[in-house]
């Protein structure tokens, strides 16, 4: 656990390394984990565990604290993965992670983009915790598979081998440095079409085969299940529209564009409530996935003003 990261030419204490290493180590665990709140809890815990290490009575000798406190995160948030997992199998709805404004994010977790969004966040739920561990740190910390290893306490070629399967799994082109950034333009359209209820554009900007999260946590009504398909999906924007109008005829959507997880985001207002919609287009354009967030629980690091 003594491995190097970056270098140290003073000597630290293990409060002050662990201030500095603070946001580097909320990035690891939010990406980890998906959940902002549960990522600063680890952060903390491994505060407390730096603390105890530094008054062990050998001296708890550290060559590296960023090294040791990047494995001590990274060991937790596995941990805590494992954890969450019978939790969010017992989840009303699909579970979708917790967006955070960009603003709010510490500049060290922004820094780098890779697999902060909402999208590869979700996906990521699909690997096992220490492919995710590997994935992350390989990523979006450009950690080499030895390094990894260490922290893992396996081998490079075992850590190789995670990291492969992981991009494959998640559709990541090796060579490529972040995810696209989506088309701003078409969003705006999409906004546009919303607010309206103009279902026709709304339908037209579809990928037949689309497919639709819809996260109420059993806190508002929201779709149960994955909603596949243009129609289905389709079916499904007109009933609220349907409903927001019978609320307020005038103006029954307000939305706007929002920066969240270094990337833009459609924030929507309606029957009283508000939902944030993550979309993702294929080459051609058009939207193949999206994903709406209900649950208030989970809002509550986003800005939800419309001015």
């Known amino acids: 656990m003594n491995g190097s990261v970056g270098s140290m030419t003073l000597p630290m204490t293990a409060a002050s390394a662990w201030q500095s290493e603070r946001n580097r180590l909320l990035g690891i665990a939010y990406r980890m984990l998906g959940d902002f709140g549960h990522a600063e809890d680890v952060v903390s815990e491994v505060a407390i565990d730096a603390v105890r290490q530094e008054r062990r009575p050998d001296g708890g000798r550290v060559d590296s604290w960023p090294a040791w406190l990047t494995t001590v995160c990274v060991r937790r948030s596995v941990d805590r993965v494992r954890q969450l997992a019978t939790v969010r199998e017992d989840y009303t ?3 979708l992670p917790e967006p955070v404004d960009t603003a709010r994010l510490p500049e ?4 780098n983009r890779e697999l ?3 999208t590869l966040l979700h996906l990521a739920e699909q690997l096992a915790p220490e492919a995710r561990a590997a994935l992350v740190l390989h990523r979006a910390f450009g950690m080499s598979a030895p390094e990894i290893a260490e922290i893992l306490e396996k081998t490079p070629a075992a850590v190789r081998q995670l990291i492969s399967r992981a991009e494959r799994r998640l ?15 078409a969003l705006e359209e999409l906004v546009a079409a919303i607010e309206h209820g103009d279902i026709d554009t709304v339908v037209a900007m579809l990928d037949r085969d689309a ?3 819809a996260d109420g946590g059993g806190r508002v009504r929201s779709a149960r299940n994955p909603l596949f398909g243009a129609a289905r999906i389709a079916r499904f924007f007109a009933g609220i529209l349907g409903k927001a109008a019978a609320v307020d005829p005038l103006q029954p959507v307000r939305a706007r564009l929002v920066d969240v997880n270094g990337g ?4 929507l207002r309606h029957n009283g409530r508000t939902d944030v919609l993550f979309v ?3 080459p051609d354009g058009s939207i193949r996935e999206l994903r709406q967030l209900s649950n208030p629980d989970k809002l509550t690091r986003l800005s939800l003003d419309f001015g």
């Open 280 to 282: 993702d287009g294929g």
């Open 264 to 267: 833009p985001a459609v924030l």
């Open 171 to 185: 559709e990541i082109d090796p060579e490529a440095p972040a995810p696209r950034a989506k088309d701003r333009a």
């Open 211 to 213: 497919v639709l999260w």
């Open 116 to 118: 902060l969004s909402l």
């Open 93 to 95: 709805g699909p579970w």
């Open 108 to 111: 060290d977790a922004v820094a």
